[in-house]
Each structure stands twice: as structure tokens, then as C-alpha cells.
């Protein structure tokens, strides 16, 4: 063994003092709240409004197909993680592949939401927004995006509204087998909590108990979490990302009350959705009434939602264009980070021009 | 791994990796048994129920003096809330109706006789 190079050693005791003072410089600010991460930083219009919810169009100069693409979020995170930050976003992504993009985003619950039920959602707002979605990007119909809670209240749209103009379908992480996802959720299932125990003075479920209902499911997550934030906090681009990250996990939004009783009653206790056959308003939705082609997004090591609760879906649909994915990433990272980048969307995208190639002339 | 990479990792790290790895595995299989999430609840109802003790005895104490307790203020709130509601699904039925009416007009005299017996 040669003994150390004493350049080496100067060079390696110089880029330490250095990191040392950067790592203060940036835990002084994180501690003290002095950086704000900038989120959802690609611009956008509202184009159309209902209640909490709205759509959103971002804008582009690249629209080069048909029909639009819209993301329907889930009802208890933020969707901004969606579009985190400049580098690190979905939404530029498939703008960046010429795809008209629209989100729609739920808002936060109040008071006056607790009163609200997987109708208000799939019934009242989901049809108006896609149909406002085509008409906005001057297109007969439009693919639906799911994520999550998302994916499922997109199936029972589509499944339940054959009006709606809905080319193909995208579902990603969505649950579906009820059993099959663990953690304090199964509290509720076997009725040894029930929902009312869980409501604040607003009639809903607040983000605080959502986020708790998360974060047990890795309770040593946080460990490795501050290892790595310590060894790379001299780094800002690393700190800026894990800021906005950081944030977005405990920004959680709360659910309204009716849906927390729906999902508890319907999904979770009578784990409905595997049957294929819904309740919804005066009427049963069949899963077999979705005939669009239909591509099923599964992460490999998802925590909250593992692929055995999508994966049969296959059998449930009356689609006879299924195709199923799984993204080795977790539920998180299946949209965003570089496991999205690199997989995920190209994946997405391709599916979608497979089936998508009507060209844009009028965008 | 690269040769730089390597020279980035903490001498430290190793042994927070090997905490964790001892660690995590049945940390993750504890929250996910029944006995926890039995535990949750149970913690979860009594705290509810303490809440709604105390919320009682204040009001009681509050309700000699008649002054409003918390609880009065959220069944207004409640209540505020109920009729916000009401007015949002009038407002989004009166919305739904101009709109019927004008694709009606734009779709021609066929279409107005339609939206006239709607």
C-alpha cells in the first residue's frame, strides 16, 4: 500500500472545511424555514372551476397530438408533486413528448365539503371536467390519467358514464383489492375504528391524521432520510430538492367526511371494488362497462398501494386492450424522481401515441 | 460503484445503513400487524372520547355563566356550513341549467323545444 499523496490529503481536507461550512450555511437555513422550495412551477391556466375543484391546462408551444391528457389526482395529497420542480416534473415531461396536458385538482376540504360523496367527485365534477378538457383542446375526446385514489375514481367515471368522451384510460397505483393494503387502514376495515372517531370539528378527516395514517406505514423511513441529508447537505440542489420533497409528503389534504364513510363502508369493509361492481348514487357501476383501452401502472415495491391490490383489474374490465406495467419504484417515486423519468413516463407515453395518433392541427 | 461516489460516503455511513437494516425489516412488520392497529384504535377512541369529556364539563361550566362553549360554536359552524353547501348545489344546478339552455340555442329550434320541456 503507498502511502497517502500529500496533495491528495490537502485537497481532501480543503473540500471538507468547505462542504462543513455549506452544510451549516444550510441547515441554519432549513431550521430556521429561511428557503422556501418553489413547487408547481410550470405555468398554467384554470379553464374551468366547480366547488374546490379545478382543471387546470398547462401551457405549452410543443401540443403536437390529440386527444389531451388529463390527470385526475387523488383526494388526500397534493398534487403538485406532479410538477415538483424545475428537472423533476411530470407534467413538463409529457409536455416535453407534445401531449396537451390538464390536471384536475380536488382543492382542500372544508366545512362545507364534508357533506361530499364519490358522486360529488365521479358524478358531478369528473364528467364536466373531461368534457371541458376536449372542448378547451378543441378535441372529441380525451385519455384520463389516474393516480392513486385518483386511478379508482376514474374507473368508476368512465365505467359509469359512457357519455363521457374518454379515449383511453391510464390508472396508476390505483387500489383496488382493498385487502391487500395494509397498515392502520385495516382498523377501519375490521371495525375496530370507525369514522367518526377520526373527524374534526369540520366534518372531515384532517391532513394531520392522513399524513400519521402514511408515515406509520415506513416508521423508520426518516432514518436513512436525515443520514443522507446530513452527508449531502452542503449540496443546495440536493437540499432544494429534498426541501420541496420533505414538504410535499406532509402536506397532505384532508378527506371529507362522506368519503371517508363511502370508502370505509363500500371499499374497505365490503372490499366492493374486486367484484367488479360498485354502488354509486341510485345505481351499480360495472368495471366490465369500461371498453377503452386501458393501461395499468403498478410500482414494484409500492408501500400503500402493492400491485396485488391493482393487479386484478385485468379480469374486470371489459376493455379488450388491457396492458399492465410494473415500474420497479415505489408510490412516490412511480411519478416522480428519476425512476418516472427514466421509466415510467416513457411508458406512459408510448402507450399513449400507440393509440393516440391523430395529429394536432387546431392546438 | 465509481471510485468518487465512494470517496462522498461518510465514514459514518456504513453503521446508519447497518442500524437500519437491523431495524427496519421488523419495525415494518410490527405496524402492519392487527395487535398495532388495534392499539391505534383503542388510543384513537379514548382520545375522542376524553376530547368529548372534557367538551362536555367545559360547556357545562361555560352554559352557568351563559356564555357559548366550543361546542356551540362548531354546531354553527356545522350548521354555516350545511347552508354554504345548499347554496353551492343550487348555484352549480342553476349553472348546469343556463348551460343546457345555450347548446340548446346553438343547436337549433329542435334543440330549444327540448330544453324548454327539461
Redesign the interface.
Given at each position: 500500500m503507498s502511502p497517502p499523496d500529500p496533495s491528495d490529503l490537502v485537497e481532501g481536507i480543503r473540500r471538507e472545511a468547505q462542504r462543513s461550512l455549506f452544510r451549516a450555511r444550510n441547515g441554519i437555513k432549513l431550521a430556521t424555514g429561511a428557503i422556501k422550495p418553489t413547487t408547481g412551477v410550470t405555468p398554467k391556466q384554470v379553464v374551468w372551476t366547480?366547488?374546490k375543484a379545478q382543471l387546470w391546462r398547462y401551457e405549452s408551444d410543443k401540443r403536437s397530438r390529440l386527444p389531451p391528457v388529463v390527470i385526475v389526482w387523488s383526494i388526500v395529497s397534493r398534487s403538485y408533486i406532479l410538477d415538483l420542480r424545475a428537472g423533476q416534473s411530470f407534467v413538463q415531461s409529457l409536455l416535453d413528448a407534445g401531449i396537451d396536458v390538464f390536471l384536475l385538482d380536488w382543492g382542500e376540504a372544508?366545512?362545507?365539503?364534508?357533506?361530499n360523496t364519490l358522486e360529488t367527485y365521479v358524478d358531478?365534477y369528473m364528467p364536466r371536467a373531461l368534457e371541458r378538457a376536449a372542448e378547451v383542446a378543441g378535441a372529441a375526446s380525451v385519455d384520463v390519467l389516474g393516480y392513486c385514489f385518483g386511478g379508482l375514481m376514474s374507473l368508476l367515471c368512465v365505467a359509469g358514464h359512457a357519455d363521457v368522451p374518454v379515449q383511453n384510460l391510464v390508472v396508476m397505483a390505483a387500489p383496488i383489492d382493498m385487502d391487500k393494503i395494509?397498515?392502520?387502514i385495516?382498523?377501519l376495515q375490521?371495525g375496530?375504528?370507525e369514522v367518526?372517531?377520526?373527524l374534526d370539528?369540520?366534518?372531515n378527516i384532517p391532513a394531520d391524521a392522513v399524513y400519521r395514517g402514511f408515515s406509520?406505514?415506513?416508521?423508520?423511513a426518516d432514518?436513512?432520510k436525515y443520514?443522507t441529508l446530513?452527508?449531502r447537505l452542503w449540496n443546495d440542489e440536493y437540499v432544494d430538492g429534498y426541501q420541496a420533497m420533505a414538504s410535499w409528503i406532509r402536506d397532505q389534504t384532508p378527506l371529507p367526511g362522506g368519503v371517508a364513510r363511502q370508502l370505509t363502508e363500500v371499499f374497505l369493509r365490503s372490499n366492493l371494488a374486486i367484484t367488479g361492481e360498485v354502488p354509486l348514487g341510485d345505481r351499480v357501476v360495472r368495471f366490465a362497462d369500461v371498453t377503452c383501452p386501458v393501461l395499468n401502472v403498478m410500482a414494484e415495491n409500492d408501500h400503500m398501494v402493492p400491485p396485488t391490490s391493482s393487479e386484478c383489474l385485468q379480469g374486470l374490465l371489459g376493455s379488450d386492450d388491457y396492458t399492465d406495467v410494473r415500474i420497479p419504484a415505489g408510490h412516490i417515486g412511480l411519478a416522480a424522481g428519476r425512476d418516472a423519468a427514466l421509466i415510467t413516463i416513457p411508458r406512459i407515453i408510448e402507450w399513449l401515441n400507440h393509440r393516440s395518433t391523430v395529429p394536432t392541427s387546431a392546438v | 460503484m465509481s471510485q468518487s461516489k465512494k470517496s462522498?460516503?461518510?465514514l459514518w455511513?456504513p453503521l446508519?445503513?447497518a442500524?437500519?437494516k437491523r431495524?427496519?425489516p421488523p419495525?415494518?412488520a410490527?405496524?402492519?400487524t392487527?395487535v398495532f392497529?388495534?392499539a391505534?384504535?383503542?388510543g384513537?377512541?379514548y382520545e375522542?372520547r376524553l376530547r368529548r369529556r372534557v367538551e362536555a364539563q367545559t360547556s357545562w361550566v361555560l352554559h352557568q355563566y351563559n356564555l357559548p362553549s366550543a361546542t356551540d360554536v362548531?354546531r354553527m359552524?356545522?350548521q354555516?356550513?350545511?347552508l354554504?353547501?345548499r347554496l353551492?348545489d343550487m348555484d352549480?344546478r342553476l349553472?348546469d341549467s343556463i348551460q343546457e339552455n345555450r347548446r340548446a340555442k346553438s343547436s337549433g329550434p329542435a334543440g330549444t323545444a327540448a330544453a324548454e320541456q327539461k
Open positions: 366547480r366547488g372544508d366545512a362545507v365539503d364534508s357533506r358531478n395494509e397498515g392502520l385495516r382498523a375490521r375496530d375504528m367518526e372517531d377520526l370539528d369540520s366534518g406509520t406505514l415506513r416508521p423508520t432514518l436513512m443520514a446530513w452527508e | 462522498q460516503k461518510s455511513r446508519v445503513e442500524i437500519d431495524i427496519t419495525a415494518n410490527l405496524v402492519r392487527n392497529a388495534d391505534v384504535a383503542i384513537t377512541r375522542a362548531r359552524r356545522a354555516l356550513a350545511a354554504e353547501a353551492r352549480e349553472e
